[in-house]
């Protein structure tokens, strides 16, 4: 069989991978907190188990693949909202909450009188859930939070080692191994959101450049096709 074929098929899989990538980055532009997932390809040489590996069998069987994807962990620019119970950090630093950690959110207090995020998500406090009475709320660049000056609880703020796994859990929310946490070290500010870190224009440059070679290949498959077609209905016929 012709390595090119397998050549254009690896490709085109790796860059409809990546596309989808790039498309969720794309819908999620203006959600606050996300992190774009960025991708990285590596390659695959494909041969038999045990197979001799010469310079010329390295060269046609060693494909492109995704890799991995990994979190752009930038920090996006913070917009000023002047609601209490609008929350950002500044610096290195994850929310946590009862399904993982987020980059910030716009909370809220319901109906039990704990702090929740937008999507009902109990907040993790420093000694767990936080109650929030009724009052004035002021938060800390520590993460205190004060109700009418009296204390109502603490934000956790964790971080994590470099190179641990984090998975996407939500729009915003990422999800850690056990035990993987640490102290953050950003400062908390009230009345803010971050951002999304994605530049419109250069993602959208991105999806289209994806696409033009996602379309290349597909082209390059449908040409070898034809010329497989050609084989069985004129060289194979003759045998």
């Known amino acids: 069989m012709n390595s090119g074929l397998y050549a254009a ?22 959600t606050n907190g996300y992190k774009g997932q ?3 390809f590596r390659s695959q040489l494909a041969t038999a188990s045990g197979a001799l590996r010469s310079a010329v069998n390295q060269a046609v069987n060693n494909f492109g693949v995704l890799g991995s994807t990994r979190v752009d962990m ?25 399904t993982g ?10 109906r039990s009188g704990h702090l929740v995020t937008s999507e ?10 936080i109650t929030i009475p009724p009052g004035k709320l002021s938060v800390s660049h520590d993460g205190t939070i004060s109700v009418d000056g009296a204390l109502a609880g603490q ?17 915003s929310y990422f999800a850690a191994p056990a035990g993987s946490e640490r102290v953050g070290t950003g400062q908390i500010v009230q009345g803010t959101l971050e951002g999304s870190k994605l530049n419109a224009v250069m993602a959208a440059v991105g999806l289209v450049e994806l696409q033009r070679r996602a379309d ?14 050609r084989i069985a209905a004129q060289d194979l016929s003759r045998l």
């Open 9 to 30: 098929c690896a490709g085109l899989r790796a860059r409809t991978q990546a596309l989808e990538l790039a498309a969720n980055n794309l819908a999620n532009l203006n």
């Open 38 to 40: 960025v991708a990285s």
């Open 74 to 98: 930038a920090q996006g620019s913070l917009e000023h909202t002047g609601s209490d119970l609008d929350f950002a950090i500044q610096g290195e630093g994850w929310f946590a909450v009862q």
């Open 101 to 110: 950690s987020g980059r910030l959110r716009n909370f809220h207090v319901d």
């Open 120 to 129: 009902g998500n109990v907040v993790a406090g420093a000694e767990g859930a």
């Open 155 to 171: 934000l956790q703020v964790v971080t994590f080692a470099p190179g641990t796994a984090l998975t996407p859990a939500g729009s």
């Open 216 to 229: 290349f290949l597909q082209q390059a498959l449908t040409a070898f096709h034809a010329n497989f077609n």
